[in-house]
């Protein structure tokens, strides 16, 4: 059974850098094909697509955010962790981890963490 | 980088038929997969259909995928409308060179 859960802090302030942690489980991140993806939606808002790291440690970030994004692996631990700096209010939604398979799909999601951006 | 556009809200009676289009901005949705995701209000994203038709277990046969290339979209129809289909729904691709993964702007479907 492939379980994800999400966590970090639930308030930062504009200008700080935001560190969120996927706990997984289930599956190995180092297994060939696999990868685990970050996606945030803002309240009321789409889902936005914000990075994906590989089984080799292939990275991808949106275009939009590249320069703010890291995305980083512990395999043996079985974390992903997203750090996103330089936070703004319009930064505030709900920040979800997902997996992927070869199948290219985020088939498993995390119920998400809600970030807000405020002084 | 590329957007997929889709209409704000789609509304039908239960039973009816419903279909969700996505359009792809860079003009090549034929070289590329379309997934769609529901997702109900408070909850996760749940994958209805992948690879463009493909539907995960457990989805019902009444939600199917295609692809028209002649105008560059992907649709999503949902048959025999439940009032469990009420939700938002978002189609997903990537580039050509499988760099950047996009989301659609997600449609509302409201079974009346």
């Known amino acids: 059974q492939i379980t994800l859960k999400e966590s970090g802090p639930t308030l930062v302030k504009p200008t700080q850098t935001l560190t969120l942690t996927c706990t997984f489980s289930?599956?190995?991140?180092?297994?060939?094909?696999?990868?685990v993806g970050w996606v945030r939606q803002p309240p009321g808002k789409a889902l936005e697509w914000l990075a994906l790291?590989?089984?080799?440690?292939?990275?991808r970030y949106s275009p939009s955010l590249k320069s703010r994004l890291s995305i980083t692996k512990d395999t043996s631990k079985n974390q992903v962790v997203l750090t996103l700096a330089n936070m703004d209010p319009v930064d505030t939604a709900t920040y979800y981890c997902?997996?992927?398979?070869?199948?290219?799909?985020?088939?498993?999601w995390g119920r998400g963490t809600l970030v807000t951006v405020s002084s | 980088n590329f957007m997929l556009t889709q209409p704000h809200s789609v509304s039908e009676s239960p039973g009816k038929t419903v279909t969700i289009s996505c359009t792809d901005s860079?003009?090549?949705?034929?070289?590329?997969?379309v997934q769609w995701y529901q997702q109900r209000p408070g909850s996760a994203p749940t994958t209805v259909i992948y690879?463009?038709?493909?539907?995960p277990s457990g989805v019902p046969d009444r939600f199917s995928g295609s692809i028209d290339s002649s105008s560059n979209s992907a649709s999503l129809s949902i048959s025999g409308l439940k009032t469990e289909d009420e939700a938002d729904y978002y189609c997903?691709?990537?580039?050509?060179?499988?760099?950047?993964?996009?989301f659609g702007t997600g449609t509302k479907v409201t079974v009346l």
């Open positions: 997902a997996h992927m398979g070869t199948n290219r799909h985020f088939g498993y």
């Open positions: 289930g599956f190995s991140l180092s297994t060939s094909g696999v990868s």
């Open positions: 790291i590989y089984w080799d440690d292939d990275k």
């Open positions: 860079s003009g090549s949705i034929a070289s590329k997969f």
């Open positions: 690879e463009n038709k493909q539907r």
């Open positions: 997903q691709s990537y580039d050509s060179s499988n760099v950047h993964y996009v």
